[in-house]
T-cell receptor
């Protein structure tokens, strides 16, 4: 069973609208959680990193949250732009290993 | 700084052929990694190198070999390619930022094995 589950698998949103991506994990012990953005045909790029003590962290229009008790994280995209069309990958570190989610595929349409 | 570079960008092989994927980083990172990414599977670790002179198996090492040539370069070799190795291959390196190790990925190599 995958230790990192992301939902929804894919979604289509209108430009200017907000959306929220979910990441649930079972990795234990927990060290940190990262969200990566992967544009089509490119390698992933780190957006944010969350440690155990952090609840919320923002990077421009991206806001990540972490609930370490329920082992859930979310990535909120505000006022989406066409350039937000990408796959968003949740990666959890624990036991000196990385567990990768399969990604949330986001398509922003005008 | 170029970051992490990979060559080639695209490659088509016939079953049984061999090839080497090249990766180099200019960020003076100790750790380097090779991943494959398949549709619906997410990134899977093939091999990694925690430092120059060391390599370790990841989640899916069968059919691959690696060489950490020096601190900058980490190559992945397919000795006898199989159709199951059709994938996108990413090299990454990691260095410590303010909080933890951040992985920096190359642009990927798209490999098709016929």
């Amino acid at each position: 069973k995958n230790q990192v589950e992301q939902s929804p698998q894919s979604l289509i949103i209108l430009e200017g609208k907000n959306c929220t991506l979910q990441c649930n994990y079972t990795v234990s012990p927990f060290s940190n959680l990262r969200w990566y953005k992967q544009d089509t045909g490119r390698g992933p790029v780190s957006l944010t990193i969350m440690t155990f003590s952090e609840n919320t962290k923002s990077n421009g229009r991206y806001t990540a949250t972490l609930d370490a008790d329920t082992k859930q994280s979310s990535l909120h995209i505000t006022a989406s732009q066409l350039s937000d069309s990408a796959s968003y990958i949740c990666v959890v570190r624990g036991n000196n290993r990385l567990a990768f989610g399969k990604g949330n595929q986001v398509v922003v349409i005008p | 700084n170029a970051g992490v570079t990979q060559t080639p960008k695209f490659q088509v092989l016939k079953t049984g052929q061999s090839m080497t994927l090249q990766c180099a980083q200019d960020m003076n990172h100790n750790s380097m990694y090779w991943y494959r990414q398949d549709p619906g599977m997410g990134l899977r670790l093939i091999y990694y190198s925690a430092s120059e002179g060391t390599t370790d198996k990841g989640e899916v090492p069968n059919g691959y070999n690696v060489s950490r040539l020096n601190k900058r370069e980490f190559s992945l070799r397919l000795e006898s390619a199989a159709p199951s190795q059709t994938s996108v291959y990413f090299c990454a390196s990691s260095g410590r930022d303010r909080v933890a190790d951040t992985q920096y990925f190359g642009p990927g190599t798209r490999l098709t094995v016929l």
